[in-house]
C-alpha cells in the first residue's frame, strides 16, 4: 500500500514527497530521529503468535494500548483476534471507529459519562465486555444504563485480583458475591472470569512463575464455580482471559485445565507480541531469547533511528533521540545498527552499546575508544518496552529490509 503522503503530520514525516514516491530511510530527504517497524519482523510475529494459539488452543485478545494504531488493529483482526483490549473507554472507542468488532475493556467502568458511553454501544449493538470487581462498582453499571433505558444487558467478567495488585476481588469468595450481583442485574450478563497476572512478582522465597501459577489456578477456579453455579446463561460459551506479554504461556497452560457443562473459551490478551523489542519483553516473553515453548521466536520490529551528534570523548556518542522519542521505563535503548553518513551500507553493533542515560532530547552511548562510528552517522536504537515507544509517535514508517519505505502506520494516543 502506498502512503498518502498528503494527510500525514508530524514527527519523523519528510517536508514534501510527491504521491506514490517510494523512498529509503537513509534518503536525504528523511528527517531524524524517526521510528520505523520492520515488516518481515511484523510479520514474522504475527505469524508466531498465531500458530501458538492455534497449537494450544487459546483465542487472542491483544491489549491495543500497546500501539493505539488503527492499521495495526486492522492487522490484528484478520489474523483472528477474538477482541482487542483497551484499558479505557478512550481507547475503546478508538477502537470501534477504527473497524473493531470487539471491544474487551480490562478494566472496571464507573466514571458517569464513561457508563453512558457503554450504554451507547450496548443499544447500538456493538459487542463490548468490561469488568466488575466489587458490589459498588455493578450498582454503578446498573444505575447508569438504566438512566439511558438500555434495552440490552451489558457482558461482563468478573475480575479476579491479587492483595496488594491491581483492581479485581481479592479473594474467590468476594468475585462469586460480586458475579451473582452481577447476573442478579437485569442491566448485567455475566460471561466469564478475568485477571491480570503481570504484576505479579517474586518473593525471597517464591518466584515470580510460582505466584502466578497459583494466581492462575484460583482464576480457573473462579471460572469453573461461576459456570457451575449458573451466573453464565446456558446458551453462553464460559469466557476465561489473562495474560500479558509475559506468562502467556502459563495462562495457556493453567487456564486450559478449565472444566465446565458450557463450552470455555481462554482469551490471553498479550499486546507487545507484534512489535516485541530488545529489552524487558525480549528477555522474559515464552518466545523471546530466553523462549519457553516450541515455535518461531518473536523478533524486534520496532527502531527508532537517529543521527549521532557529538562525539565530545573518544568513549561517548550522543545520539539525536531522547525520551521524548523512546520508552526509558525498561531498560534504555541500545544501538542495534548503523549507517555511516551518505551511504546505505547497514552495520550490526555489539548489543553492549546500551545507553548509559537519556535526557529529553539526547541518549548518551559508551562505546570503545577506537569505534569509527562518526558524527553525522546514523544509528538504530533499540526499545525497551514498546507500549511507552508507540505513544511518542503519531507516524511509524513500515520499511522492507533495505529500509525502503512500504507502507505507514498512524497512532491515536
Request: charged residues 25%.
Amino acid at each position: 500500500m502506498t502512503p498518502d503522503w498528503s494527510r500525514l503530520r508530524g514527527k519523523g514525516v519528510p517536508a514534501a514527497l510527491p504521491d506514490g514516491t517510494r523512498w529509503n530511510l537513509f534518503d536525504p530527504e528523511s528527517v531524524f530521529p524517526v521510528a520505523v517497524l520492520l515488516q518481515s519482523a511484523l510479520d514474522g510475529n504475527r505469524a508466531a503468535m498465531s500458530d501458538y494459539c492455534r497449537r494450544v488452543g487459546v483465542s487472542l485478545a491483544p491489549h491495543g494500548k500497546t500501539t493505539m494504531s488503527p492499521e495495526l488493529f486492522a492487522l490484528q483482526v484478520r489474523d483472528g483476534a477474538w477482541a482487542i483490549t483497551a484499558a479505557n473507554v478512550y481507547q475503546a472507542d478508538v477502537m470501534r471507529r477504527s473497524g473493531v468488532p470487539r471491544v474487551l475493556i480490562a478494566n472496571e467502568v464507573t466514571a458517569p459519562a464513561d457508563i453512558r458511553w457503554l450504554a451507547d454501544q450496548v443499544d447500538a449493538g456493538f459487542p463490548i465486555v468490561c469488568y466488575v470487581d466489587s458490589l459498588d462498582g455493578v450498582r454503578l453499571l446498573e444505575d447508569g444504563l438504566r438512566r439511558r433505558h438500555t434495552s440490552r444487558t451489558l457482558d461482563v467478567l468478573v475480575e479476579l485480583g491479587v492483595t496488594g495488585g491491581r483492581a479485581g476481588a481479592r479473594s474467590i469468595e468476594d468475585a462469586m458475591v460480586v458475579g451473582r450481583a452481577a447476573a442478579a442485574s437485569p442491566a448485567l450478563h455475566v460471561i466469564g472470569a478475568s485477571g491480570f497476572e503481570g504484576i505479579i512478582s517474586a518473593t525471597t522465597t517464591r518466584t515470580a512463575g510460582q505466584h502466578v501459577d497459583d494466581f492462575l489456578d484460583d482464576l480457573a477456579t473462579l471460572a469453573e464455580r461461576i459456570g457451575a453455579e449458573g451466573l453464565v446463561t446456558p446458551a453462553d460459551e464460559l469466557i476465561v482471559s489473562a495474560g500479558g506479554s509475559v506468562f502467556f504461556d502459563r495462562v495457556a497452560a493453567r487456564l486450559s485445565a478449565v472444566r465446565s457443562t458450557l463450552p470455555v473459551r481462554v482469551v490471553i490478551r498479550s499486546g507487545c507480541y507484534l512489535s516485541h523489542d530488545d529489552g524487558v519483553i525480549d528477555e522474559l516473553s515464552p518466545l523471546g531469547l530466553h523462549p519457553r515453548v516450541p515455535g518461531d521466536i518473536f523478533r524486534a520490529a520496532l527502531e527508532v533511528w537517529a543521527p549521532v551528534l557529538s562525539r565530545p570523548e573518544p568513549s561517548r556518542l550522543i545520539i539525536g533521540a531522547g525520551k521524548r522519542d523512546v520508552s526509558t521505563d525498561g531498560l534504555l535503548p541500545r544501538i542495534t545498527r548503523w549507517v555511516e553518513r551518505g551511504t546505505r551500507r547497514i552495520r550490526s553493533l555489539p548489543a553492549a552499546w546500551r545507553a548509559v542515560r537519556v535526557d529529553d532530547q539526547h541518549a548518551y552511548f559508551d562505546v570503545e575508544p577506537d569505534t569509527t562510528v562518526s558524527v553525522g552517522d546514523l544509528v538504530s536504537l533499540g526499545i525497551s518496552h514498546p507500549c511507552t515507544t508507540f505513544d511518542k509517535w503519531k507516524v511509524i514508517w513500515v520499511v522492507d529490509d533495505e529500509y525502503e519505505v512500504v507502507d505507514v502506520v498512524t497512532t491515536e494516543f
